[in-house]
DNA sequence: GGCCAGGCACAGC
DNA sequence: GCTGTGCATGGC
């Protein structure tokens, strides 16, 4: 079995890949987060955009704003009647339980947070380490569809796993540092986005070549 | 024109 | 607990 650290130092050795998640803020991470639900990041940066001139990337204008208006402002991102009413629920949550702050919510010990991030709607298990690692800084690691694919094939996990259950075999083998996280899930992504997809033998992402080049010694 | 995209909640079994 | 379904747009 080839573990975890390797398989990312063989990622790392084909992909240019940085701290990725791309917002000017910690609260625009958060807003991407929901914003990016089952949705292409084309769309997110499109709404994004609408949310910035409109002045809106703000928590109390956010949470204070008419629901209708700010659905019109994050149409292009899909599903935008749930995404609004979500975000704002979100944000009146930061304004009564956490003084308007963000970094008060997520500055909690690590699985306190989490537990908080889960009880609030639209926020899944991965949301949720979304939020907390490249919003909050907190070494939480998040486990997407790519993660679930590629870990499949290449034999690390059996299928069946639970979210939890998978996140934690992450965190038992990969050192808790953000950085490693950030990175270590950008390259699954980034790996599965440019030559999962395009290739002729890719069925479902369960492609031979991606698969083949991460179990290949370098 | 069909399928997919960096999910989530909820109903029904 | 697991499975199916609604949510909605834009790109390929």
């Not at 950085?179 to 899930?185: A, P």
Request: include cysteine.
């Amino acid at each position: 079995m080839v573990g975890l650290m390797t398989i990312y130092e063989r990622l790392q050795k084909q992909h240019q890949m940085d701290g990725w998640w791309p917002a000017e803020s910690p609260f625009e991470v958060v807003v991407g987060a929901f914003l990016t639900q089952n949705t292409n990041w084309n769309n997110v940066e499109k709404a994004l955009v609408n949310l910035r001139d409109a002045k809106a990337l703000e928590i109390t204008t956010l949470a204070q704003m008419p629901r209708q208006e700010l659905e019109q402002l994050i149409r292009p991102s899909g599903f935008f009647r749930q995404k609004a009413q979500r975000l704002q629920h979100f944000c009146q949550h930061l304004l009564h339980q956490h003084e308007g702050s963000l970094e008060h919510l997520l500055r909690q010990e690590l699985d306190s947070a989490r537990q908080e991030l889960l009880g609030l709607s639209g926020i899944g298990h991965e949301t949720a380490d979304s939020i907390l690692l490249y919003a909050g800084a907190r070494p939480s690691f998040v486990i997407d569809s790519y993660t679930r694919r590629l870990f499949g094939r290449l034999g690390v996990l059996a299928g069946n796993e639970k979210y939890d259950q998978i996140r934690q075999i992450f965190m038992a083998a990969v050192p808790a540092e953000v950085l490693l996280y950030k990175i270590y899930h950008a390259l699954i992504v980034t790996h599965c986005k440019e030559l999962c997809r395009k290739s002729p033998l890719c069925q479902q992402c369960f492609c031979a070549d991606i698969c083949d080049y991460a179990l290949k010694a370098t």
